[in-house]
């Protein structure tokens, strides 16, 4: 089942969006703020088209509410909690942002353990109760209330499409959170100064980025070998891209995209071959030193 073209274009547009925020802005606080908005209208724009035009089947329903819907809803839980994140980080100590930091990740572990059972459903690739979860109207209320976001557009949501786009952002703040709590146990206190929100507490590399000399064709063969390999479980080359690549930057661009970098996918020649498997062997080599 492909993706509505029309959310597909929407989609394109939003990630080029916050591709540019995220290159023309050095606060983590501008960079949510911008971000927001970007989100925000481009999830409307679907909602119009949703409401107007009936799904041709209820199969398209489904793949909506639990394929691409969720795409952006996530980005946007992703950066509205992102800025809760940074603008309360407390003004202090370092042992206090680590602290407060940490605790975000006791919330989001909290998260998984409430809604275990629907976690699971969805990363274990099962469909059975797909017409429960994805298509509207078809919820039971009660187990609704029990969630921690409202429920308050019937006509453009289930419930469950913006459940999982939480499970996906809070999958990507994860990783955030925790380069954010070896930045601060790194850097010396004179790495921590006033940021533009008048709080201490923003090092200057406020983005949190791993820096990578590879280009985006080899860092999509290694991360495809780690899938076929089974080293990694439970993720589709998608999801597992998704968790990885925001926190990957290279010396010529300063992130890519989980859709970026799949794009690689027709771009792998020889060269790029060799390059990753000089890595790969070289981290074979080194293994007995870690």
């Known amino acids: 089942m492909a993706s509505n073209p029309f959310f597909n274009t929407v989609y394109s547009e939003v990630t080029a969006d916050l591709e540019q925020i995220g290159s023309e802005e050095n606060s983590v606080i501008r960079v949510a703020e911008r971000s927001i908005r970007s989100v925000r209208t481009g999830l409307e724009r679907i909602r119009q088209y949703v409401v107007e035009k009936p799904f041709p089947s209820e199969s398209d329903e489904i793949h909506f509410f639990k394929v691409d819907k969720p795409l952006l809803a996530g980005k946007l839980i992703y950066y509205l909690k992102l800025y809760r994140i940074e603008s309360r980080r407390p003004v202090g100590s370092l042992e206090l942002q680590t602290r407060h930091l940490a605790t975000e990740l006791q919330n989001i572990d909290q998260f998984f353990i409430n809604h275990q059972d629907f976690y699971h459903y969805y990363r274990s690739g099962a469909i059975f109760l797909d017409e429960l979860y ?157």
Do not use: C
């Open 134 to 290: 994805f298509v509207r109207g078809k919820q039971d209320l009660p187990v609704l209330m029990d969630l921690d976001w409202v429920y308050a557009d019937p006509t453009f949501s289930t419930g469950y499409d913006l459940l999982l786009g939480e499970m996906q952002a809070n999958e990507s703040l994860v990783q955030y959170i925790n380069h954010a709590i070896r930045s601060v146990e790194q850097a010396p206190p004179s790495d921590i100064e006033t940021g533009e929100n008048g709080k201490e507490g923003m090092t200057r590399d406020t983005r949190h980025f791993v820096q990578t000399p590879y280009k985006g064709a080899e860092v999509y063969v290694i991360l495809k070998a780690l899938i076929d390999s089974q080293a990694i479980v439970n993720h589709t080359y998608k999801s597992f891209f998704e968790l990885v690549v925001p926190g990957i930057a290279n010396m010529q661009q300063k992130s890519f995209t989980p859709g970026s970098l799949l794009k690689y996918s027709d771009k792998v020649d020889p060269e790029t071959r060799e390059n990753a498997k000089r890595l790969l062997q070289k981290m074979i080599r080194n293994i007995d030193t870690y």
